[in-house]
């Protein structure tokens, strides 16, 4: 019945520290249940178990009771202390940042959560972490004190301006949680949200790449191969031959990778990295069937070894429809993740 409930009780547990705060949680909430009951219980039984029965009633003389007195007195300080012992070793835990884990760098800005991993690639109001991965997060903040609040790691780091904070998670769960500003910050803080993303090591890994959902224009992340390697494409005008128009001059190279292609003469040849590297420095070696041979080479000094790697990762992601239009202009279009769309505050 609780199940079919669309706002759940609690948030997912996408941590072990979710799972054992949980615990806690739910520890207190039974002892403090069960001490009420007893105290609530007592309090209406003694009502009427001990109201003035007739007039002439007369109060008996009780005089106190060392072990009762002590009994209540030392029972309940051991629950409650338990409370402060757990909670402590938690928070210790949770205090004890894992140095050698790979930094992602968290900055709040009125009202937006901007993000960079360790590798330097960048994003906004989402964040993308494998799972079973132990990572750091330091946080900071560009105007007010922010609060960067993931309920189903049950974690909250406050950002504030001018210094460093840190904390650390290890996703267990795959899925989409929220990201929250946990403090008020001004006009646009119930805007202030965004999505933590817990990926199997093999989906961060080709979402890293940017080779997942490229196509929505969503999701790329800022740096990553795949993107910038797109960039690279427009830049270079490899699109004015590779494009997505009906009379382009050159092959769409649209789920090509990993294909066989025949070549002129007759030969078969995989289309892969090593592939692509020729087809880039000395696209005369080896000439598509069907096609002219009248794409220029691109040496060194035009397109370095970053940038090939970049362009590879590209021509890898293209599923039918990626490929731009020829009328596509470099920069990136209007909408696209790059960092131009951040000045988005007043
Ligand atoms: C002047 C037009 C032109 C430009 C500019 C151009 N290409 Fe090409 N490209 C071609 C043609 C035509 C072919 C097919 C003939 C061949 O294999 O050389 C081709 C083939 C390729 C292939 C092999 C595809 C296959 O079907 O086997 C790759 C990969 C490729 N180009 C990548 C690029 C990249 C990356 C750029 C930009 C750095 C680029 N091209 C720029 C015309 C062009
Ligand atoms: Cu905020």
Known sequence: ??????????????????????????????????????????????????ARKSPTDKTPRILGSTKLEVAWSVIPLIFFLSFFVWGTKLYSEQLKTPQDAPEYFVVGKQWMWKIQHPDGQRE??????????????TGTSEDVIHDFGIPAFRSKMDVVPGRNTTTWYKPTLVGTYHIFCDQYCGQGHSQMVGKVHVLSQADYESWKEGSFRIREGKNVVDGSPAWEGRKLFLKLQCHACHNAE?????????????????????????????????????PMAK??????????????????????????????????????????????????PTTATEGGSK
Request: charged letters at 20%; proline letters at 9%; aromatic letters at 12%.
């Open 1 to 50: 019945m609780l199940a079919s409930i669309e706002i759940p009780f609690l948030p997912p547990q996408a941590t072990e520290f979710a799972k054992e705060s949980d615990l806690l949680f739910w520890y207190i909430n039974a002892v403090v249940l069960v001490a009420s009951i007893v105290v609530y219980g007592m309090l209406t039984y003694f009502c009427f178990a001990y």
């Open 287 to 336: 000439v598509a069937e069907g096609w002219k041979p009248i794409m220029p080479a691109f040496p060194l000094d035009k397109v370095d070894e970053i940038e090939l790697r970049n362009l590879t990762a590209f021509i890898k992601s293209l599923k039918p429809g990626d490929l731009p239009r020829r009328t596509e202009q470099f920069p990136a279009p209007v909408g696209a």
């Open 124 to 137: 906004i109001n989402e964040l993308h972490l494998p799972v079973d991965t132990t990572v750091k997060v």
């Open 246 to 282: 009906n009379n382009a001059r050159a092959p769409r190279l649209e789920a090509m990778y990993g294909t066989t292609r025949p070549l002129q003469g007759g030969t078969l040849q995989k289309f892969d990295d090593e592939y692509i590297r020729q087809s880039v420095r000395n």
